[in-house]
């Protein structure tokens, strides 16, 4: 099998990618449409549409990330291939008619990142992979819950278009992937990712998801008003409204967070995320 690895543009990521060897590294974007959430530098904007081959505005995960990726890629000495889906816009309010993704219908993740990987994967691959997943060995409940969705033979099945039938598309359950967690074979943790990108010249975020991920607590999301109060109204704004339905958490509404009190000293990488393996990694 090809070994593929996925990296988010975390750290921890992004060490896989750099220790154990792989065919191919996979970075999968998310795009908003919203000019306030503008990339600000429009020539790494327009290197950024080149490389998805999709117009590029901006993203809700931070910035940062992309210059990650760019320094990453120079470091390794190896091409990233990037790949890209719907916006978000048209994820929420043509695919799912206004309905905002949640902890009980997270088809986020499914559509913005794996789905893209996918077909990337069909089109250049087309065969099982090993896709190399940076869980650390403290989140081997994130691995169970990966396992425990694989079939007889290791692999995990995504539902996507495998052809056409007559004018409608033919939809199957291809079983594409084969997960494996080096990090949690070898028994490493935080502290050894940390350690090993102190001198290296990377550019990192303190997290690597979506700014307003629901999977984070309020307390979180309220400290991102502070950073990035573009992106988290972007996220106030799906839930107004003339916007769309629902809401991205029950307890509580975005708009709501603004006027909590600026969590200064707040530690941001030590914060979970999606047991999916491909944001928060």
């Given at each position: 099998m090809k070994i593929v690895t996925s990296i988010s543009g975390g750290r921890t990521s992004a060490y896989v990618a750099a220790n154990y060897p792989s065919d191919y590294l996979l970075f999968a974007l998310v795009r908003v449409e919203d000019e306030n959430c503008r990339f600000p530098d429009?020539?790494?904007?327009?290197?950024?549409?080149?490389?998805?081959?999709?117009?590029?505005?901006?993203?809700?995960?931070?910035?940062?990330?992309?210059?990650?990726?760019?320094?990453?890629?120079?470091?390794?000495?190896k091409k990233i291939d990037w790949v890209t889906g719907e916006t978000y816009e048209t994820l929420i309010h043509k695919v799912n008619y206004g309905y905002l993704p949640n902890i009980d219908r997270r088809y986020c993740t499914q559509r913005l990142k794996i789905?893209?990987?996918?077909?990337?994967?069909?089109?250049?691959?087309?065969?099982?992979?090993?896709?190399?997943?940076?869980?650390?060995?403290?989140?081997?409940?994130?691995?169970?819950?990966?396992?425990?969705?694989l079939n007889k033979d290791r692999l995990l099945s995504f539902k996507g278009i495998v052809?056409?039938?007559?004018?409608?598309?033919?939809?199957?359950?291809v079983f594409w992937q084969q997960p494996k967690f080096?990090?949690?074979?070898?028994?490493?943790?935080?502290h050894d990712i940390v350690k090993?990108?102190?001198?290296?010249?990377?550019?990192?975020?303190?997290?690597?998801?979506?700014?307003?991920?629901?999977?984070?607590?309020?307390?979180?999301?309220?400290?991102?008003?502070d950073l990035h109060p573009n992106k988290m109204n972007w996220f106030s704004n799906q839930e107004g409204k003339q916007?769309?339905?629902?809401?991205?958490?029950?307890?509580?509404?975005?708009?709501?967070?603004?006027?909590?009190?600026?969590?200064?000293?707040?530690?941001?990488?030590?914060?979970?995320g999606c047991d999916t393996g491909y944001c928060g990694i």
């Open positions: 429009d020539k790494i904007r327009k290197e950024v549409e080149d490389r998805i081959q999709a117009p590029f505005i901006g993203t809700v995960e931070d910035d940062l990330i992309i210059y990650t990726m760019l320094d990453l890629e120079q470091y390794l000495g789905e893209p990987m996918f077909y990337w994967w069909q089109k250049n691959i087309n065969s099982p992979v090993i896709m190399q997943i940076g869980f650390r060995s403290n989140e081997v409940d994130r691995a169970n819950k990966m396992s425990a969705r052809g056409k039938r007559g004018k409608k598309n033919k939809w199957a359950d080096p990090l949690i074979e070898d028994g490493l943790l935080k090993f990108w102190e001198d290296k010249p990377i550019r990192f975020a303190d997290y690597n998801n979506c700014v307003g991920c629901f999977h984070r607590s309020p307390l979180f999301l309220a400290k991102m008003y916007r769309g339905k629902g809401s991205w958490r029950s307890d509580i509404k975005y708009d709501e967070l603004k006027s909590w009190k600026s969590q200064r000293q707040l530690e941001l990488y030590d914060f979970g």
